[in-house]
């Protein structure tokens, strides 16, 4: 009974907490929805109450910041949150980025179907699967399992101990992984891809938390500002400052492992290129804000504390990790003939360039934190924006109503080859298709290069939205990823590490060549449906390293399509061009904005 | 008892999981040396709370477990509908994602 009486609860300050608790509740109360809302209104209901919540969030982060600025950061739940200004502004962005993209998920387009199984239980091909598409299921647990991903991702960057780190870490891949196997076509990549992603995903959160093991044996507590403290006084166990390096790696290597960086990228291309479009657009931006911010903060109050002997080598690690990431993103990029694995790659050289804006964490460099702030944000807008356009480029079947009834092993067999006619086809979605209006039916999202040739002359607008993402991602002067990239490197020529910028600049040239192959491939190369069709497509293929034969080719051409937006997906994308060229144009305010979020509490 | 005896003993366990996960074939082999891996962390928190006298340690053992679980509940479901699509849980089966 004393140790009972003993116990003091812990005073909550719940008003910075609001932000974190709308989006979760709003998650709890999704599930509810989906248990008793009836069918018709269900979809309505949920996309009302996400969105609903990530603006709610928003406000409240918006409403917070001045305070938290003021406080300079604040301690919640006896520790484990830290709401501080760097934390705060990380939340902001994850919000703002999961609300464009939960507007791209919430997008049926003009097929009146949105990118989801309708029962992701059912097998793929099976005649259950057929029913459930016969009945126009639909899937609205999405949102609910959206919602808690944005939870964590909220929670992951504003962590003042190792151990809530770690339980954000798993409530936001957690709902990533089944969200990944969601997809209402190509099914068997979708599940291969969830599939691939959680093995190597719990692989590495079990190397994160043994080090987490190995950093509390050295220090005596998970918590962070404790961790520092034990390594500035030299204290904890005797003997076991071996331990602490150990343990830091291997909790580096668990958000490493997140944010995409090489040696660790392994899953990013095959998922990005297995999930739902909107979900790859979703995970893309808002998981590598998160784990960014996790990683700040890890290598800023615990990295700088090691001592001089160690952190040197922690620097070259870094330094390793950086130049590897730089260079295999942007080179294997360029061999890349799918339009979302090659997003992924760009995403992975991304990862890289925002690593060498962290190389100065040892002397508390302001400039590194701002660059990241910024970097995620310009680098979020152009992800979600380019993943947008995907959703709406189309493959089309030539015949009306094509093939139903596909066997798995005929999807299997077809899916093996990419680039071939079949590989997109009916894979384990071919039946009850939407059929368009000259006849053919709608089928998944176009993402093989070649099937976005003379796209720039049927779809303007789209394509012009799509080049301008890809120019930020690029990093041409005038938009957000110019800005981003200049202020990166700059952060890391402050620190000493020119050599490192220098590479980064380029790999960037190396990566600015495949951005620029696809803006010609949409503006300048003849479109497949207009006329010459089979011979170019045919040298197109081939030049791409697929072999593409005749047939493939003619069945290629005419069977791309742009699916209007119900709406959602329009906004979004405007949104993000808007944001693209503001931040490109008038970057200043959002710096300042980003040199005040470089603040943190231990 | 010497308890370092019981690191040692962790260290161990930890790396047949992760050699498990990265030679086994078989999908639910390779999630076993995951749950192996979160088994030794948690035998590390014990021992290292045991070492600085707090009870955070086990604590923190609870939580890893409850995660554990977690990841079973996902993992498995997502290894069950590989095995309905393809009927074969081998990890070398899953390679249709290839550049």
Redesign the interface.
Known sequence: MSTAAAFVAPTIDWAYLVPVIVVLGAGVLGVLVEAFVPDRHRRAVQVVLALGALVGALTTIVLLWGDVQELNGIQVLGGSLVIDPFGLALQGIVVVLALLATLVIADRTSTGQDAFAPT??A??GSAYEDLARRRGLEQTEVFPLVLFAVGGMMIFPATGDL?TM??AL?VLS?PL??LT?LARRR???S??????Y??LG??A???F??G???V??FA???RIAEVRAALLDGGG?DGMTGLVLLGLVMVLAGLLFKVGAAPFHSWT??VY??APTPVTGFMAACTKAAAFGALVRVLYLIGSALPPDLQEKLVVALWVVAILTMVVGSVIGV??TDMK?LLAYSSIAHAGFLLVALVGFGELSGFGVRAVVFYLLAYGLATVGAFAVVTLVRERSPQPQAAVESP?LAA?GS??APGSAGASGPAGGGAGEVPAPDGGAILGEATHLTEWAGLGRRSPWLAGSFALFLLSMAGIPLTAGFIAKFTAFGAAVAVGAWPLALIGVLASAVSVFFYVRIIVLMFFTPSPSSGSGGAAQGSQGDEAGGPVGTSAAAALAARVTVVRSEGFTTVAIVICVTGVILLGVLPSSVLDLALEAAKFRP | MELTNY?ILAAIL?AI??TT?LLRRN?II??MG?EL??N??NL??VT?SR??G?L??QV?AF??MV?AA??VV??L???V??F???RSAS?DD??????
Do not use: C, W
């Open positions: 992701a239980a097998v793929p151990l770690f339980v798993e957690l992984y089944v196997a099914r068997l990549l599940q291969e891809a969830s599939f691939k959680f093995l719990a692989f959160s079990a190397i938390i043994f987490v093991a190995l509390y044996g005596g507590s998970v166990l291309p095959d290129q297995g061999i890349q694995r798995v299997v899916g093996g | 690191l930890f999981g992760a996960v999908a390779v999630f995951i891996m979160l030794a962390t590390t928190f290292f070492m600085h707090d955070h340690g923190i939580f890893v995660v977690a990841e996902v993992g479901a997502i290894i509908a590989i309905r699509t393809r990890v899953v390679n249709l994602l290839k550049n």
